[in-house]
């Protein structure tokens, strides 16, 4: 059990390798989503291209959806960018290195979907086999356009009686699969140099900026999670002392039942600490109300003065 408490602790503490993991967990999913699709597409002139580029993006904007959910700081970015001035300002900086962390993180999936379809070729093959030049490839010089363009639609389907032993069908079919093959490599390609030169230059420019930017960036997820720790402890003694004024005047039935209540004039040290003084509904409300509209400057000090 301590195992255990200790694993969560780590991911608790550690949300940025907790959010890499699942954007790891994310891609892999992606691909065997991929993978198990029964890809089929309608070989009709006016729903081809629909199919294919929906297949192609619609799912990544479900990954990258779920990329931006399951991500705990997009909520503490979007809150921090809303909330009121108050006693503290608001950093810009601090917030577009939470909005540029999160985006990057919520668009692994994504992209490895659409490498994926891309070096697949299946999907570009459904969606453009009607748009290439039929000047291009033999077979289609004696048809009309309407017989052209009906059996361009067909390319991507191998079982039509028509484009079984076609040679031109073969022909479009591993055009469109070269082109779209091309197309994810160099996505790929430039990704990566993106990457790297991302890593090598970051020395570049100015590191204390960015340094302060992750510090406080880190310290807003932090102080976030501490507040809700708070806030569910002192809910959790505050129902404490409410149930124990309730059933005060049953004292003794309770008694029976092995229940052992604390006579009236024995408190915790701990309970009285932390619920300081807060005995209503109200005062509970005013003080979340001024956590949210005033937040307290980040200055220790001030606390050790007062």
């Given at each position: 059990m301590d195992r255990f408490r200790m694993i969560f602790q780590y991911f608790q503490s550690n949300s940025e390798s907790?959010?890499?993991g699942i954007c790891g967990l994310l891609a892999l999913a992606s691909v065997k989503m991929y993978t198990s699709f029964d890809f089929s597409c309608p070989c009709l002139p006016q729903y081809n291209m629909a199919y294919g580029l929906g297949v192609m993006f619609i799912p990544p904007i479900i990954l990258f959806l779920c990329g931006l959910i399951l991500n705990r700081q997009s909520l503490v970015m979007l809150e921090e960018w809303r909330r009121p001035q108050g006693h503290r300002k608001k950093d810009l900086a601090v917030i577009r290195y939470m909005c540029s962390s999160i985006l990057q993180r919520a668009m692994v999936a994504p992209v490895v979907w659409i490498i994926v379809t891309l070096l697949d070729g299946k999907c570009l093959?459904?969606?453009?086999?009607?748009s290439v030049d039929p000047e291009k490839f033999v077979g289609f010089a004696n048809v009309s356009t309407v017989q052209v363009q009906q059996l361009l639609a067909k390319?991507?389907?191998?079982?039509e009686e028509l484009m079984r032993n076609s040679t031109s069908r073969k022909a479009v079919s591993r055009y469109l699969r070269c082109c779209s093959q091309a197309l994810g490599w160099s996505i790929l390609l430039i990704l990566i140099i993106a990457a790297f030169l991302a890593r090598w230059l970051r020395p570049c420019f100015n590191q204390a900026?960015?340094?302060q930017a992750r510090h406080w960036s880190n310290y807003i997820d932090m102080e976030q999670k501490i507040f809700e720790e708070a806030?569910?402890?002192?809910?959790?003694l505050f129902a404490h002392k409410c149930i124990l004024h309730f059933f005060e005047?049953?004292?003794?039935?309770?008694k029976l039942h092995s229940f052992s209540l604390p006579r009236e004039g024995e408190q915790d040290e701990?309970?009285?600490d932390l619920l300081q003084g807060i005995t209503?509904?109200?005062?509970v409300n005013k003080l979340l109300k001024t956590w949210y509209y005033e937040k307290p400057p980040l200055d220790v000090s001030q606390a050790h003065q007062r």
């Open positions: 907790v959010m890499n093959i459904c969606a453009f086999s009607g390319v991507p389907c191998k079982d900026t960015l340094l806030c569910c402890e002192h809910s959790r005047s049953v004292r003794q039935e309770i701990g309970e009285e209503d509904q109200d005062q």
